[in-house]
C-alpha cells in the first residue's frame, strides 16, 4: 500500500543568507514541515552543516557566497541546483532579490524593510548604509521576476508600494513557542525585579531602551537590567552603570526563561520588519515598554495600552501590562506554511 504522505521534491527554498535570528527561526520552522511531509529542497548557509542532519528526509545544498557574488547578485548556484532536481515547481527566496530561474511560481519574502526607509533615522554605519541601499535597488528590480512577495507584516508590505498588491501576502513567523507558553503560563511564579532588552543592533535604539530604564528606576532602585546581544553594540554609558549586565549573545530557550522571569521587557526599536521580535516580550513579562511603531501596533491593535508622549524618546512608548493582551493574531507555523501551500497548488 503505497504511503498518503505528501511529497514536495520540487519546492526549493533558499536561506542561504540567513543563520541565526528570524531568518534561522523560520528555515527550522519550514526544515521540520516539509521533513514531515515527504521531504523538500533548502539550499543553506554553510555555517548551518550538521545542525539539520535529524531531518534527513529533506535535501540539502550548503553553500558560502562571497561579498562580490553578494554584490553582483550572482546566483548561478540556483541554476545548477535546478538542473540537479530536474525541474523545479515552486522556488522560495528567503530576502534574496529575484533572479529569473526555471522555476514554475517564484515567491520572495522580505525580511529586512531598511533598504526601503529613510536609513539616516535610524544610526546606520555608512557603509552598512550603502550595503542595504544596493540590496533595495536589487530588490526592487526582482519583483518583476516574482509571481507571489510576502512580508512579515501589513507595514512592510506597504512599503514595497507594489502595484495592486497582486501575489502579495502577509507572512508573519510562527508563534507556536509563545502559544504554548501562553497557555501553560503559571501566575505563581516568582517575577525578579529584573528588566531586559532582546538585540543590540543600531536600529534597537538603547539610548532610548536604557532611558525607559531610569525612568522605572526612579521608582524602583534597586532594579537590574540584562541586555542580551552582541555586547559590543552597546554603548559605553549604559555598559559602565553597575546596574546593568550585558549577557552576549545566547540560546533562545535561555533568552525565554529570562524573559518569562522578568518584571520589565523594554523595546524601543525604531523600525522592524515584523512584530515578533516583540511578542516573546509582551506575552511573557509583567509589563513591557515598547516603541509606538507600526508593527508593535499591530501586535497590539486589540489590546488595551497606555501611551507615553513624554519620555523624550525617538517614538512615543507604548505600556502594556500582560493581563490586558489579546494574542487572537498569534498564528502556528503548520498555518503559515499550510497557507503558502494553498496559494500555490
Not at 48 to 71: A, Q, T
Not at 153 to 177: H, T, W
Not at 289 to 300: A, Q, R, T, V
Not at 328 to 337: A, C, G, N, R, Y
Request: glycine share 4%.
Amino acid at each position: 500500500m503505497k504511503s498518503k504522505k505528501k511529497h514536495y521534491r520540487k519546492y526549493l527554498f533558499n536561506f542561504s543568507s540567513s543563520y541565526s535570528g528570524g531568518g534561522l527561526k523560520r528555515l527550522i520552522a519550514y526544515v521540520e514541515w516539509f521533513n514531515k511531509k515527504g521531504g523538500a529542497h533548502f539550499i543553506v548557509n554553510e555555517e548551518l552543516r550538521g545542525e539539520l542532519d535529524d531531518f534527513s528526509r529533506n535535501k540539502y545544498y550548503f553553500i558560502s557566497i562571497s561579498r562580490l557574488k553578494k554584490v553582483i547578485n550572482l546566483q548561478t548556484y540556483v541554476d545548477r541546483i535546478i538542473k540537479d532536481m530536474n525541474g523545479c515547481d515552486f522556488y522560495y527566496s528567503y530576502n534574496i532579490p529575484m533572479k529569473l530561474n526555471a522555476a514554475r511560481i517564484r515567491w520572495f519574502h522580505l525580511s529586512n524593510v531598511l533598504p526601503f526607509m529613510n536609513m539616516s533615522n535610524y544610526d546606520i554605519p555608512l557603509k552598512r548604509m550603502m550595503e542595504l541601499w544596493w540590496l533595495g535597488i536589487l530588490t526592487k528590480i526582482g519583483f518583476n521576476n516574482c509571481n507571489y512577495i510576502s512580508a512579515e507584516s501589513k507595514f512592510s508590505l506597504e512599503l514595497l508600494q507594489l502595484e495592486n498588491n497582486r501575489g502579495s501576502f502577509i507572512s508573519p513567523n510562527g508563534a507556536d513557542q509563545e502559544i504554548n507558553l501562553i497557555s501553560s503560563y503559571d501566575i505563581s511564579n516568582e517575577v525578579e525585579n529584573t528588566a531586559v532588552i532582546i538585540g543590540t543592533y543600531h536600529h534597537k535604539n538603547l539610548t532610548d531602551s536604557y532611558k525607559i530604564y531610569k525612568y522605572l528606576r526612579d521608582n524602583n532602585s534597586e532594579l537590574k537590567l540584562e541586555i542580551f546581544g552582541d555586547p559590543d553594540m552597546v554603548p559605553s554609558l549604559i555598559k559602565n552603570d553597575p546596574q546593568v549586565e550585558t549577557k552576549g549573545i545566547i540560546s533562545h530557550e535561555r533568552i525565554i526563561d529570562r524573559i518569562s522571569r522578568a518584571k520589565f521587557y523594554i523595546n524601543t526599536s525604531k523600525v522592524e520588519n515584523s512584530w515578533n521580535s516583540a511578542s516573546e516580550g509582551v506575552f511573557l513579562c509583567k509589563e513591557s515598554f515598547i516603541s509606538n511603531i507600526p508593527p508593535h501596533c499591530e501586535l497590539l491593535q486589540k489590546s488595551k495600552v497606555e501611551l507615553l508622549n513624554d519620555l523624550g524618546t525617538f517614538n512615543p512608548i507604548m505600556h502594556i501590562k500582560r493581563d490586558n493582551i489579546r494574542s487572537d493574531q498569534l498564528k502556528t507555523w503548520d498555518e503559515i506554511i499550510t497557507n503558502m501551500i494553498k496559494c500555490v497548488k
